[in-house]
C-alpha cells in the first residue's frame, strides 16, 4: 500500500471527512443524509430488538390452537318455540361444513381475490399488505385492512374484537403459529366455514343456502363474488338489504378475480352482465333473545359443553306470535316515554371525506359501529339545520326530515344549542319510521323494560322480552331485576285480610297517618295516597279500585306485618325480600317480574301455586325423545289459598280493571273478564301492571337499571298498562269470555261477594273510623252499589 493510499484510508479515522473535497454548499446534504441514515438505522435496529423482545416474551403464552388442527366442526343446538319456529342457535360451529376439497375453485378464488390475494406466498403475514396499508393509512381518511386470512383465523378464534396494538400484535404472532403447524388448505377450509356471513350464516356453504338456495357446488361467478363481499362487513354489504351497494362490491371483487388470472376476460365479461337471484326469507324473524339465552342456561346446565355438539333441538313453551305481540308491545312503550324525554344528542361524529364517490364507503364503515337497532335505524346526517336535515341510513337510502320530524331533536337543533348535543354534518343519530311511513328523528332509549306471560293453569311461559335490546344489555329483566312492586302488591295484603275477617264491603278510611320510626324499622314515615287527596271512609272494594295507600296501611296494621309476611310466601315471594313492617302495605319489598307473574296465575287458577317452566321437550339430532316434562296437575297439594280467597280477590281486581286505575283494561279490550293491579313505587322509580285472563297472566314492568324518577307523572296506569293491553289485544283475539265462577263457601248479598260466615255482619265492619264520625258517605256507599250491581248483570 502507498502512503497516499494510507492517508486516504486513514482520514476518516482522524475525523477528516470525504466530504471536504466538495464545495462548501455541497456539503451539509450529505452530512443531513448520513445522520438520517444513522438514525433510521437505529429505529430499524430498536424495532427489531423490540420484536425479538415480543416474539420471546408473547410466543410461549400464545393459547393452545388445538381447535384448529383437529377442526371438526359440531351440531349446534336448536331452539323452537312451540309452534317449531326457529328462535335461536348455539354451537360451537355453525351450521353447515364443507372440506376445502368440496368448495368449488370459484368460490376460493372469489375469496383470495379481495380478502388475500397473496395467501399462498406470504408465511402468515403479508408485509408487503402491511406497507400498503400504512402508506395508505397515512395519506387517506379512513384506514385500509392488512389482515390476511391466516390473521383473521386467528382473530376470529382466539383474540378478542378490540383495536389495539397489543392484539394486534398478537394477531400477527398467532397468524404465524397457525402457518407453523397447518397447511395452506388447512388454513382456507377453516376459514371459510367459519366466517360469519349474515342473516344467521357461518360459512360459505350455509351462506349459498340462505342467499341463493342453492348448494355451495352450484354455484357461479357473480354469485361467488357476491359472498366473498360479505366478510368484510355482512350488514353493510349485504345484498337484500342494500343490493346497491352489495352490487358495487360485487362488480370489484369480479374485477379483482380478472386481475389475478382467476377468470378470463369472457367470464368477467359474463359474470359481471349476470343476474342475481336471491332466496325469499321463508322464516319470520322472532325476538326471542333473552328467552334463548335462559334456555341455553338450562340445557347448558344438564348437559354441560355437549349441549352446543350433540344436535339437540329444543322445544319451548313459547309461541312465536305471542312472543312477536309481546315485543312489539314493549318496545312501542319504552318508545312512546322516549318521545316525552330530553333529546340527548347523537351517538357520535365522524370525518366524513370531501370527494363524494368516498362517501358511500365511509358512511358504510361508520355505520359498523351503529347496528340498526330494529325499527331504530342509525343514520349518517349530511346537512343539518333547524328545517331540514339530510341524512343516510346503512341501507344507502337518503331521508330528508322536516316538519313533525324534527321535534324530538329540536334541542338539537337549534343554532346556539349545545354544540356537544348539536345535529349537524358528520352526526351519527336515530331514526324511526311511523305508521304512515314518515321518518323522525329519536334516539336509543335508556330506560328499560320487561314483559312476561304465562299460561296460569300449568305455568308454561308463552312470552318473554327480557328488556329492550338484548344486543344492548343481555341482563334480563324478568327473572334477574329485583324491583319494589309498588301498589302491584296490595292484592296479597288484601288476599291475607280475607282470611281475617275483612270483606269487600269493610269500610275503612282513607284519613292521614303518621308513624314513627319503631313502626317503619327505619325513619319517621308520613305516607300519602299517590294524588296527594284523603277521601276518608270508604269500601274495601273502592279502596283497592283507587290505589289508596293509607287504607292498605290500615289493613296491614290491622292483620299484622308479621302476618302478612308470613302470608305472601304463599304466592312464591321470599319472606326475608319484604320486612314485617307497615311500609310492606305499599310494596316496599323485592320481586321480580316472574314472581309476580306467578303470584297473580295464584289468584287466576283458583287458588294454586304453578311453578313456571320454559322447556318443554328435547330430542336428538334424529328426532328422538331425550326429555319430555309431564304437565303439572292442579291438585290440592298444590293449593295455597282457598278458592273462595282465589274468587273474592278477582272479583276485587276486576273492579280494578272496570272502574278503577286499570279501567282502561276493561274499555280497551271490550270484555270483562280481565283482572289485575296497577303499580308505582312511592318515588315513581317503578311502574307496573299485573293482569290476567284466565288462559294467561302477564306482568309488565318498566324503570332505569340504575333506580331514578321516571317523572312526576308516570305511572303503571300510563306505562305499563298499554304495553299489556297492546299484548292481551293479540292474544284474547278470537277467545271467548270466561269470568271465574263462585266456589262454595261464598255468598252473594246485595251484589257483594262475602265468606259465608262473613255475610251476616260477623266480619269486620269498619276500620279506623272514630265512633263519634259516620260510618261512611250514603254516596259512595251507593256509587260502590250501582258499581256492583251493574258488574253483576253484564
Given at each position: 500500500m502507498s502512503d497516499s493510499e494510507r492517508a486516504a484510508e486513514s482520514a476518516p479515522a482522524s475525523g477528516r471527512s470525504t466530504s471536504s473535497k466538495l464545495p462548501g454548499w455541497a456539503a451539509w446534504p450529505l452530512r443531513a443524509l448520513a445522520v438520517l441514515a444513522g438514525l433510521a438505522?437505529?429505529?430499524?435496529?430498536?424495532?427489531?430488538?423490540?420484536?425479538?423482545?415480543?416474539?420471546?416474551?408473547?410466543?410461549?403464552?400464545?393459547?393452545?390452537?388445538?381447535?384448529l388442527t383437529d377442526y371438526r366442526p359440531k351440531l349446534p343446538m336448536r331452539l323452537y318455540s312451540a309452534d317449531e319456529v326457529l328462535l335461536g342457535e348455539f354451537g360451537e360451529e355453525r351450521r353447515s361444513f364443507a372440506p376445502i376439497a368440496e368448495i368449488p375453485k370459484v368460490m376460493q378464488h372469489a375469496v383470495l381475490a379481495i380478502e388475500d390475494a397473496r395467501f399462498y406466498e406470504h408465511s402468515g403475514v403479508d408485509y408487503k399488505g402491511v406497507l400498503r396499508a400504512g402508506l395508505a393509512h397515512l395519506s387517506?381518511?379512513?384506514?385500509?385492512?392488512?389482515s390476511t386470512i391466516t390473521m383473521q383465523v386467528a382473530r376470529n378464534f382466539y383474540l378478542s374484537t378490540e383495536k389495539t396494538f397489543t392484539r394486534k400484535i398478537y394477531e400477527v404472532l398467532l397468524a404465524l403459529k397457525i402457518e407453523s403447524l397447518l397447511s395452506k388448505e388447512q388454513i382456507l377450509e377453516v376459514y371459510m366455514n367459519q366466517i360469519f356471513l349474515g342473516q344467521r350464516a357461518y360459512g360459505f356453504a350455509a351462506a349459498s343456502e340462505i342467499y341463493f338456495g342453492k348448494p355451495l357446488k352450484d354455484i357461479s361467478i357473480a354469485e361467488a363474488a357476491m359472498l366473498a363481499g360479505l366478510p368484510k362487513a355482512p350488514s353493510a354489504y349485504n345484498p337484500i338489504v342494500n343490493p346497491k351497494r352489495a352490487t358495487e362490491r360485487q362488480q370489484y371483487i369480479i374485477d379483482r378475480m380478472l386481475e389475478n388470472g382467476f377468470i378470463s376476460a369472457a367470464q368477467h365479461d359474463a359474470a359481471k352482465a349476470e343476474k342475481l337471484h336471491y332466496r325469499t326469507p321463508s322464516e319470520v324473524s322472532v325476538h326471542a333473545e333473552h328467552v334463548a339465552e335462559v334456555a341455553r342456561q338450562l340445557i347448558f346446565s344438564q348437559y354441560g359443553a355437549e349441549a352446543y355438539t350433540r344436535g339437540l333441538n329444543v322445544y319451548l313453551t313459547i309461541n312465536s306470535g305471542e312472543q312477536t305481540a309481546a315485543y312489539r308491545a314493549l318496545r312501542k312503550g319504552i318508545m312512546d316515554f322516549e318521545r316525552r324525554q330530553v333529546y340527548r344528542g347523537p351517538e357520535a361524529y365522524v370525518d366524513l371525506p370531501a370527494k363524494p364517490q368516498d362517501l358511500d364507503a365511509r358512511i358504510a364503515?361508520?355505520?359498523?359501529?351503529?347496528?340498526?337497532?330494529?325499527?331504530?335505524?342509525?343514520?349518517?346526517?349530511?346537512?343539518?339545520?333547524?328545517?331540514?336535515?339530510?341524512?343516510?341510513?346503512?341501507?344507502?337510502?337518503?331521508?330528508?326530515?322536516?316538519?313533525?320530524?324534527?321535534?324530538?331533536?329540536?334541542?338539537?337543533?337549534?343554532?346556539?344549542?349545545?354544540?356537544?348535543?348539536?345535529?349537524?354534518?358528520?352526526?351519527?343519530i336515530r331514526v324511526i319510521r311511523d305508521a304512515k311511513g314518515n321518518w323522525s328523528i329519536t334516539q336509543q332509549p335508556e330506560v328499560e323494560g320487561a314483559f312476561v306471560a304465562l299460561n296460569p293453569r300449568s305455568g308454561a311461559i308463552r312470552a318473554m322480552v327480557g328488556g329492550f335490546d338484548f344486543s344492548k344489555s343481555s341482563f334480563n329483566h324478568v327473572t334477574q331485576a329485583w324491583r319494589q312492586p309498588g301498589s302491584s302488591f296490595k292484592p296479597f295484603i288484601y288476599s291475607a285480610a280475607l282470611e281475617k275477617g275483612f270483606t269487600p264491603a269493610t269500610v275503612i278510611n282513607d284519613a292521614q297517618l303518621f308513624f314513627d320510626a319503631d313502626t317503619t324499622g327505619s325513619q319517621p314515615w308520613e305516607p300519602k295516597n299517590y294524588d296527594g287527596q284523603f277521601d276518608g271512609p270508604m269500601s274495601m272494594r273502592r279502596a283497592l279500585a283507587k290505589s289508596k295507600n293509607m287504607v292498605s296501611i290500615r289493613i296491614l296494621q290491622a292483620i299484622t306485618p308479621q302476618y302478612a309476611q308470613d302470608w305472601v310466601t304463599r304466592f312464591g315471594f321470599e319472606a326475608e325480600k319484604h320486612p314485617a313492617y307497615l311500609t310492606m302495605a305499599l310494596g316496599a319489598g323485592s320481586v321480580t317480574p316472574l314472581q309476580m307473574a306467578t303470584a297473580y296465575s295464584v289468584f287466576a287458577n283458583g287458588g294454586y301455586r304453578i311453578n313456571p317452566f320454559l322447556i318443554a321437550r328435547i330430542t336428538d339430532s334424529k328426532g328422538r325423545v331425550?326429555?319430555?316434562?309431564?304437565?303439572?296437575?292442579?291438585?290440592?297439594?298444590?293449593?295455597?289459598?282457598?278458592a273462595r280467597n282465589a274468587f273474592v280477590m278477582s272479583s276485587l281486581l276486576q273492579e280494578v280493571t272496570r272502574s278503577g286505575t286499570a279501567a282502561r283494561a276493561q274499555a280497551a279490550l271490550k270484555r270483562p273478564d280481565v283482572y289485575g293491579k296497577t303499580g308505582t313505587t312511592n318515588d315513581s322509580n317503578d311502574a307496573w301492571f299485573a293482569g290476567w285472563q284466565q288462559q294467561v297472566a302477564a306482568v309488565v314492568w318498566m324503570g332505569y337499571d340504575t333506580p331514578r324518577k321516571l317523572g312526576d307523572r308516570e305511572t303503571g296506569g300510563g306505562l305499563s298498562l298499554p304495553i299489556w293491553i297492546d299484548y292481551m289485544s293479540s292474544t284474547l283475539k278470537g277467545v271467548p269470555v270466561a269470568e271465574a265462577t263462585a266456589p262454595a263457601g261464598v255468598t252473594n248479598v246485595g251484589g257483594e261477594w262475602y265468606y259465608s260466615e262473613y255475610a251476616n255482619g260477623s266480619g269486620v265492619a269498619t276500620l279506623g273510623i272514630e265512633e263519634a264520625a259516620p260510618a261512611v258517605d250514603p254516596a259512595t256507599v251507593e256509587e260502590d252499589r250501582k258499581g256492583i250491581l251493574d258488574l253483576f248483570k253484564r
Open positions: 438505522a437505529a429505529a430499524v435496529l430498536s424495532g427489531l430488538m423490540l420484536a425479538a423482545v415480543a416474539l420471546a416474551v408473547a410466543y410461549p403464552n400464545l393459547p393452545e390452537i388445538s381447535g387517506e381518511a379512513r384506514s385500509q385492512g392488512a364503515e361508520a355505520l359498523q359501529d351503529h347496528p340498526d337497532n330494529d325499527e331504530l335505524k342509525a343514520a349518517v346526517v349530511m346537512e343539518a339545520g333547524p328545517k331540514k336535515v339530510v341524512a343516510v341510513l346503512q341501507s344507502g337510502e337518503t331521508l330528508t326530515l322536516t316538519g313533525d320530524g324534527l321535534k324530538p331533536a329540536t334541542s338539537g337543533l337549534a343554532e346556539k344549542g349545545n354544540p356537544k348535543t348539536a345535529i349537524r354534518r358528520g352526526a351519527v331425550l326429555n319430555e316434562p309431564k304437565l303439572p296437575q292442579l291438585d290440592e297439594s298444590a293449593r295455597v289459598i282457598d
